[in-house]
């Protein structure tokens, strides 16, 4: 075992802070990741917040890349040395999701059975079995994908959650077709990777909706043909003028709100789908939905879990389209810190004035 730093949260809603941790030789099927980055993400704060679980303490940092230091016993997709981006869907392969041969629903995804802990021997809970605000991590070999060495850890690290979640969610959920039309409602990280999505599978019209006008400025370079200020127009409106007075064939809600879900669900054409990225909390609702306009409009009303990706399947492709300049991740990358700016990176996403702030080891 090894005692390298880590970013800890100790208790609801108090700041974290930098200290040393315990990571243990890997144990039967797990790897020991030596992380080269690893994004600032809105669940990383989540956790902070007591959003997620109790289980205090908690080992914050799932949004990364870094390179295999070892491995335990029966591991063989990876090996020491390989370059990976983390995930938090290591598929078990047996459950009913897997089995029926839809992996990316996996129920029983696995982690690392070993635990790190802090110097006094306090077991941490590592964020989304990963805990990759870290020098060194432990995880399930599973949740390690591998993909092309050269490619920057900054950039291709955000892949572990969020851009993948909002690629995903037009790619994957939303199955968005040639010469479709697209909104995406919200263009926060996840967002503004859902219109890059709607780019990429080859949407002919993209209307991206938000409040700022940065974030439509991201969007606008990531792909978006149409931007609508939600504070100036109605959203709904909108969407549907800019296409043909029908609405769009694909809708994506990106920020997880009754009100945006509603603006998703009657800007979206006959027939259309609805996907949901952005991630409710437990007390939310959507009061007031006719139930006669649920059947009437017809379509799909879809979450989207991850982006329903498949990492194995996923990761490579988008690294290898990165590559290529034809998926610009480098986009999403505000800044780079160290370890010791997560807090101070927490407090910029309340000002909305990062995509993603990546510490960078």
């Known amino acids: 075992m090894q005692q390298v730093r880590g970013v800890i949260a100790r208790a609801k809603g108090e700041p974290v802070s930098l ?7 890997p144990g039967p099927g797990e790897a020991v990741v030596d992380i080269a980055a690893c994004g600032v993400c809105h669940t990383d704060l989540h956790y902070r917040e007591g959003g997620i679980n109790d289980d205090f303490p ?11 230091e070892a491995v335990g016993e029966g591991v063989e997709s990876v090996a020491p040395g390989d370059f990976v ?18 992996p990316w629903y ?5 982690n690392a059975a070993s635990r790190m802990t802090l110097d006094d021997g306090t077991e941490l809970t590592p964020a989304l079995g990963i805990g990759a605000f870290a020098d060194k991590t432990l995880v399930h070999a599973g949740q390690c994908t591998k993909v092309d060495p050269t490619a920057r850890p900054a950039a291709v690290g955000l892949l572990g959650c969020g851009v993948m979640a909002g690629l995903g969610a037009a790619l994957n959920t939303g199955n968005v077709r040639r010469g ?3 909104a995406v409602i919200g263009c926060g990280g996840v967002g503004a990777a859902a219109v890059a999505g709607a780019r990429l599978a080859g949407a002919a019209t993209v209307i991206a909706v938000d409040i700022d006008p940065q974030k439509l400025g991201w969007a606008t370079g ?5 931007t609508v200020d939600s504070r100036e127009h109605d959203a709904v409106e909108a969407i549907r003028e800019l296409t043909g007075g029908f609405g769009a064939d694909v809708v994506i809600d990106a920020v997880g709100r009754p009100e945006t879900w509603k603006q998703a669900f009657y800007a979206r054409d006959l027939a259309g789908t609805v996907v949901l990225v952005g991630v409710p909390t437990p007390d939310m609702t959507v009061p007031d ?3 006669i306009d649920v059947f009437g409009r017809g379509g799909s009303l879809k979450s989207s879990w991850y982006g329903d990706c498949l990492p194995s399947r996923d990761f490579p492709m988008l690294v290898d389209l990165y590559q290529q300049g034809r998926l610009d991740l480098d986009a999403f990358v505000t800044e780079e810190i160290g370890l010791d700016d997560v807090e101070a990176a927490f407090d910029k996403m309340h000002h909305g004035g990062v995509l993603r702030s990546v510490v960078v080891l």
């Open 58 to 68: 908690f080992l914050l940092g799932h949004e990364a890349a870094g390179v295999v």
């Open 222 to 226: 990531l792909g978006a043909t149409h």
């Open 85 to 102: 981006v983390l995930n938090w869907r290591a598929v078990c392969g047996v459950c009913r999701a897997c089995t029926r041969g839809e």
């Open 180 to 182: 479709q039309s697209v």
């Open 106 to 110: 996996c129920f029983d995804t696995h």
């Open 19 to 25: 200290e040393t941790i315990t990571v243990p030789d």
């Open 289 to 291: 939905l006719p139930l």
